[in-house]
């Protein structure tokens, strides 16, 4: 279930006309970040080309004569020295792919046969350390990096037969192929709601019997790790994040035994992202939206913090990214709930100093603000066209209202303070 937001508002630059309720009023204010979405907010000339030097022996547009000189010892010696370190290069270049070559794919044929039972629960790294430390396949690591990056079969806990020096697409067929026995275990069924930070799927871990860990063991599991690969955060997140890994862990159904830990559970939950973003090719989002996959992980936290409806979704995505395009600030009242981590929002919490205000930021706040569902990322991928630059909350049920001009928002905003659904 999604969790709505009581005010959906959004605000217009001060060169518009004047802001609505709910939004940040005033001068405008220079933007402290910026997105790869968002145009240059000081409305600055290009930098003129600095002009080439001036020819030797003449001015430029004269006509001037070379002289050639005959190569000496030092001429030759650096040519040599250039011929040599290209070389070098070529080598280390063909020795990497060898070795990477060697690690996905070991020389020579698979040998004798491994029978390995896989418990439920297991993850794309605990497997792959499975199969690396009985000698089915060569690197764990190379293993896990293929499979999180190109995709992987969903597999079945139970018993396999594998054979040793596999290559890591011998093994996926394996996998792919099922157990000859499945494994009997007690298992736990853990749902994950989509829209829940990090802090909330700890409380709800805390509230679960029978696990072998709890939602501080959670919290410290997803510190530990590097997490999604196919939309990786920044390596330096700015001051201010609330959670470096929110959004990177999916929101679904789980099944853990008793010995689970909560670095099996994060890992699964990171490798079933990994696998959706696959699946809706979050790789192509700098040709299809222009931001980087993270950025576009980030927005579908956005749209599944606003949106309630399956069919708002795309929409929601296009106006975010109207918005951006226009160098406005989204003013979202959904970042600021999660910047001060309250739903009752009042007029000093809107104007909270936090990078994930976006009522006095322009661009992206610099995290997700929670766990998107599928649809969500999917919108974030396809925003509907439409050249709308507000949306709010028009009836009870979760419908939203979407606007071109600031005319026509304050109309659907009067419907929705007719009803109490806006303050």
Same mark, same amino acid.
């Given at each position: 279930?999604?969790?709505?937001?009581?005010?959906?508002?959004?605000?217009? !630059?001060?060169?518009?006309?004047?802001?609505?309720?709910?939004?940040?009023?005033? !001068?405008?204010?220079?933007?402290?970040?910026?997105t790869?979405?968002?145009?240059?907010?000081?409305?600055?000339?290009p930098?003129?080309?600095?002009?080439?030097?001036?020819?030797p022996?003449?001015r430029?547009? #004269?006509?001037?004569?070379?002289? *050639?000189?005959?190569?000496?010892?030092?001429?030759?010696?650096?040519? @040599?020295?250039?011929?040599?370190?290209?070389? #070098?290069?070529?080598?280390?270049? $063909?020795?990497g792919?060898?070795?990477?070559q060697?690690?996905?794919?070991?020389?020579?044929? %698979?040998?004798?046969?491994?029978?390995?039972?896989? !418990? %439920?629960g $297991?993850?794309?790294? *605990?497997?792959?350390?499975?199969?690396?430390?009985?000698g089915?396949i060569?690197s764990s690591?190379?293993?896990?990096?293929y499979?999180?990056?190109?995709?992987? !079969?969903?597999? =079945?806990?139970?018993?396999?037969?594998?054979?040793?020096?596999?290559?890591?697409?011998?093994?996926?067929?394996?996998?792919?192929?099922? %157990?000859?026995r499945?494994a =009997?275990?007690?298992?736990?069924?853990?749902t994950?709601?989509?829209?829940?930070?990090v802090?909330?799927?700890?409380?709800?871990?805390?509230?679960?019997?029978? &696990?072998?860990?709890?939602? =501080?063991?959670f919290?410290e599991a997803?510190?530990?790790?590097? @997490?999604?690969?196919?939309?990786p955060?920044?390596l330096n997140?700015?001051?201010?994040?609330?959670?470096?890994?929110?959004?990177?862990?999916?929101?679904?159904?789980?099944?853990?035994?008793?010995d689970t830990?909560?670095?099996?559970?994060v890992?699964?939950?990171?490798?079933r &992202?990994?696998?959706?973003?696959?699946?809706l090719?979050?790789s192509?989002?700098?040709?299809?939206?222009?931001?980087?996959?993270?950025?576009?992980?980030? #927005?579908?936290?956005?749209?599944?913090?606003?949106?309630?409806?399956p069919?708002?979704?795309a929409?929601?995505?296009?106006?975010?990214?109207?918005?951006?395009?226009?160098?406005? $600030?989204?003013? &979202?009242?959904?970042?600021?709930?999660?910047?001060?981590?309250? $739903?009752?929002?009042?007029?000093?919490?809107?104007?909270?100093? *936090?990078?994930?205000n976006?009522?006095?930021f322009?661009?992206?706040p610099?995290?997700?603000?929670?766990?998107?569902g599928?649809?969500?990322?999917?919108?974030?991928?396809?925003?509907? %066209?439409g050249?709308?630059?507000?949306?709010?909350?028009?009836?009870?049920d979760?419908t939203?209202?979407?606007?071109?001009?600031?005319?026509?928002?304050?109309?659907?905003?009067?419907?929705? #303070?007719?009803?109490?659904?806006?303050?």
């Amino acid at each position: 279930m999604r969790n709505a937001l009581r005010v959906v508002g959004l605000e217009a !630059p001060s060169d518009s006309p004047p802001a609505e309720p709910g939004l940040a009023a005033g !001068p405008a204010i220079e933007p402290e970040r910026k997105t790869l979405a968002a145009p240059r907010a000081d409305g600055g000339e290009p930098q003129t080309a600095v002009p080439p030097p001036e020819p030797p022996g003449g001015r430029r547009g #004269v006509d001037y004569e070379v002289v *050639s000189k005959r190569r000496g010892p030092g001429t030759f010696g650096a040519l @040599l020295f250039l011929a040599l370190l290209g070389l #070098v290069a070529w080598t280390a270049g $063909s020795r990497g792919y060898r070795w990477v070559q060697h690690q996905l794919d070991p020389p020579g044929e %698979p040998i004798h046969e491994i029978v390995l039972t896989l !418990p %439920p629960g $297991s993850s794309t790294s *605990s497997i792959s350390d499975l199969l690396a430390g009985q000698g089915v396949i060569e690197s764990s690591r190379a293993y896990e990096w293929y499979v999180r990056l190109k995709g992987g !079969p969903a597999f =079945q806990a139970g018993e396999y037969t594998f054979r040793a020096n596999s290559s890591v697409w011998e093994t996926m067929e394996v996998l792919e192929a099922g %157990p000859s026995r499945v494994a =009997q275990a007690f298992q736990r069924r853990i749902t994950i709601p989509e829209g829940l930070t990090v802090a909330q799927m700890a409380e709800l871990l805390d509230e679960t019997p029978d &696990l072998a860990f709890g939602g =501080q063991e959670f919290i410290e599991a997803t510190r530990s790790r590097r @997490l999604s690969l196919v939309a990786p955060a920044p390596l330096n997140l700015p001051d201010g994040v609330i959670d470096p890994a929110e959004g990177q862990l999916f929101a679904d159904t789980y099944f853990v035994d008793g010995d689970t830990s909560a670095e099996q559970l994060v890992a699964l939950m990171v490798d079933r &992202l990994d696998a959706v973003l696959n699946e809706l090719e979050f790789s192509d989002a700098p040709q299809r939206v222009g931001l980087t996959p993270y950025e576009a992980l980030i #927005v579908a936290s956005m749209i599944e913090r606003e949106a309630q409806r399956p069919e708002d979704l795309a929409p929601v995505a296009r106006v975010i990214y109207n918005r951006l395009q226009q160098g406005w $600030s989204l003013g &979202l009242d959904a970042t600021v709930v999660y910047a001060v981590g309250s $739903s009752e929002l009042t007029v000093e919490l809107l104007a909270v100093n *936090s990078p994930y205000n976006t009522r006095l930021f322009v661009g992206l706040p610099p995290t997700p603000i929670a766990a998107p569902g599928r649809a969500s990322l999917e919108a974030a991928l396809n925003p509907e %066209p439409g050249p709308w630059m507000f949306f709010v909350l028009t009836d009870s049920d979760g419908t939203l209202s979407f606007s071109e001009t600031i005319e026509d928002f304050q109309r659907d905003k009067a419907v929705c #303070v007719e009803l109490g659904l806006c303050g």
